[in-house]
């Protein structure tokens, strides 16, 4: 086959065509310092890269729910902690004001300390986190509890739970039917609002002999009612470690999947630099060479 110059040309420039797109393929890995930068450059590695990122995001979403979580949970446990001091307190003001001996006058004031007292705890049982409340099971848009003028309570809220997604098909409760943390309904417990109205009901009661009675069968509820908000504190713990135990696992692995794509996507820089040194002088050579073969005005005009 005679080999014309025409064909030696068009082999020349396809080389260098070839050259030219490697040598700008190694100087954009270069800058970019990743070794895909459109899915051309590896399919394969492309996807798994997609993929990847794709568990990333999954990763921060269940991180930021388990932080939401956490909070919510140590929020809770303040809120119970603080109503667990108010009806200690109550429980101390019965006892204190339950003899015979003490006046009208220091029951009216007791009474007074009490309907606080009260209103504190239904302000912490309406606590919020954003515009959630906590202690109304399902319906968190509107205020779980409130009263009427005669102490009274009356729960708004159900027995729903909310909770959140740590893991795949895994949910963990972090706010709670208030009914069953100040009423107990659901387990026959202390109603702690209707102890604290008879307390008052008691301290108020003009026939001191009957409000006496009235104030001494307070006492032994109200220190169920320690009892029960104690004992709803104690859920909160294995939750909160299993959070923190979920959202350490997620660090480890968010860890691993980032190592992953790097293997994908991330460029050897220094291997780079290498063959790009040697893409240069194998262009630089072929220039030379083809000037010996190819009429010099192509090559100066293609150089």
Do not use: C
């Amino acid at each position: 086959m005679r080999v014309t110059q025409n064909m030696m040309s068009n082999i020349f420039i396809n080389n260098i065509q070839k050259q030219t797109a490697a040598m700008l393929q190694r100087q954009e890995q270069l800058a970019s310092q990743k070794r895909i930068n459109r899915p051309s450059d590896d399919p394969g590695g492309m996807a798994r890269v997609l993929d990847g990122r794709s568990s990333l995001a999954a990763i921060d979403q269940y991180v930021e729910n388990i932080k939401q979580g956490k909070t919510r949970l140590e929020i809770n446990e303040k809120t119970l902690e603080q109503v667990d001091d108010l009806v200690q307190q109550a429980r101390e003001l019965a006892e204190a004001n339950s003899g015979a001996e003490v006046t009208a006058g220091e029951r009216a004031l007791a009474a007074e300390n009490v309907k606080e007292i009260y209103d504190q705890v239904i302000q912490l049982a309406n606590s919020r986190f954003g515009r959630r409340y906590m202690f109304a099971g399902y319906q968190t848009d509107a205020a779980p509890f409130t009263r009427d003028a005669n102490y009274n309570a009356t729960y708004h809220g159900d027995n729903g739970s909310f909770q959140i997604p740590v893991v795949d098909n895994v949910k963990v409760s972090v706010d709670a039917d208030g009914g069953n943390y100040f009423q107990d309904a659901a387990d026959g417990g202390v109603n702690i609002f209707d102890q604290l109205r008879n307390l008052i009901n008691g301290l108020e009661n003009a026939d001191l002999t009957a409000g006496t009675t009235q104030i001494q069968a307070t006492v032994d509820p109200l220190d169920d009612a320690h009892v029960q908000i104690t004992n709803k504190r104690s859920e909160a713990a294995p939750k909160l470690y299993r959070l923190e135990a979920s959202e350490e696992y997620w660090t480890h692995f968010k860890a691993k999947v980032q190592d992953a794509i790097g293997r994908d996507e991330d460029a050897d820089i220094t291997r780079v630099a290498v063959e790009l040194n040697n893409l240069q002088t194998a262009y630089e050579t072929s220039m030379a060479a083809a000037a010996k073969i190819i009429q010099r005005g192509l090559v100066d005009f293609l150089g």
